[in-house]
């Protein structure tokens, strides 16, 4: 069984706003406390991804013009590798303008970004408002992150995603806007992919989440150890208060 946790984060450096880089830490340090190894590397434009390289995959947010930069390196040096990692069983986690180009595409007013196609879903940019807001989410990732939790985060997106037929939601919003503020989703998962709109950053609002995707990527069939989480607790709980839920 693998000691060490293997992350490897697409643009590092052009997909990073929000504080989402928080999600890194936080995964290195809960490793770190278990005695697990961590090993951080990272993928950049015009850099193939060798899909053995790494247990686990995270892809932030990023300003328009980043992300199309980033959307067509998907799509033409890195499709192929993140295709395989997946197939593989490797875990993903991929967090606003990274969810928005796991799918078919991204419609950016008569632009059209294209998608990595990993998962069933488009996005598009609408002329509306922005959904933005502190959101909560029922989830159940099964009996490895304990059966139905909550997800506790912040939205702040113009696109509005819409899952395909047989696509199934990361949640079930509870409160705010979810992918398009209609359907009353949230995210998408297929097998060890996660997309999602809740970020500012996520995985130390929802600690449960990040050792959710610790004991995944390393295969484990076992909820890792406990930690001592009163911290990240009262963190969760004043999520969950902002949410209003």
């Known amino acids: 069984m693998a000691d060490r946790l293997r992350v490897c984060a697409l643009y590092p450096n052009l997909m990073n706003i929000y504080?989402?880089?928080?999600?890194?830490?936080?995964?290195r340090r809960r490793c770190e406390w278990r005695g697990i190894g961590f090993e951080l590397t990272a993928s950049d434009l015009g850099e193939p991804l060798d899909p053995d390289a790494a247990d686990l995959f995270y892809i932030g947010?990023?300003?328009?013009?980043?992300?199309?930069?980033?959307?067509?390196?998907?799509?033409?040096?890195?499709?192929e590798g993140l295709h395989a990692a997946a197939a593989r069983g490797a875990a993903l986690l991929a967090v606003c303008g990274g969810y928005q180009l796991?799918?078919?595409?991204?419609?950016?007013?008569?632009?059209?970004?294209?998608?990595?196609?990993?998962?069933?879903?488009?996005t598009v940019r609408s002329d509306g408002e922005r959904l933005i807001g502190n959101i909560a989410i029922e989830v159940d990732l099964g009996p490895l992150a304990g059966g139905t939790r909550v997800l506790a985060g912040f939205?702040?997106?113009?696109?509005?995603?819409?899952?395909?037929?047989?696509?199934?939601?990361l949640g079930r919003v509870l409160k705010g806007h979810g992918n398009n503020g209609e359907d009353g989703r949230e995210g998408i998962r297929e097998?060890?992919?996660?997309?999602?709109?809740?970020?500012?950053?996520l995985l130390p609002k929802n600690a449960w989440l990040a050792d959710w995707l610790i004991a995944t990527a390393l295969g484990r069939e076992e909820p890792l150890a406990p930690l001592d989480d009163t911290f990240e607790a009262a963190a969760h709980v004043e999520a969950r208060r902002a949410a209003g839920a």
Do not use: W
């Open 191 to 201: 097998g060890n992919v996660i997309g999602t709109y809740m970020h500012g950053p």
């Open 61 to 79: 947010g990023g300003q328009d013009r980043d992300q199309r930069l980033c959307a067509f390196d998907l799509a033409e040096v890195k499709r």
């Open 19 to 27: 504080a989402d880089r928080g999600n890194l830490l936080l995964l």
């Open 155 to 169: 939205e702040n997106h113009g696109g509005r995603t819409h899952l395909g037929p047989a696509a199934q939601p």
């Open 102 to 122: 796991l799918g078919s595409s991204y419609q950016l007013g008569e632009e059209t970004l294209p998608g990595v196609g990993l998962v069933d879903l488009e």
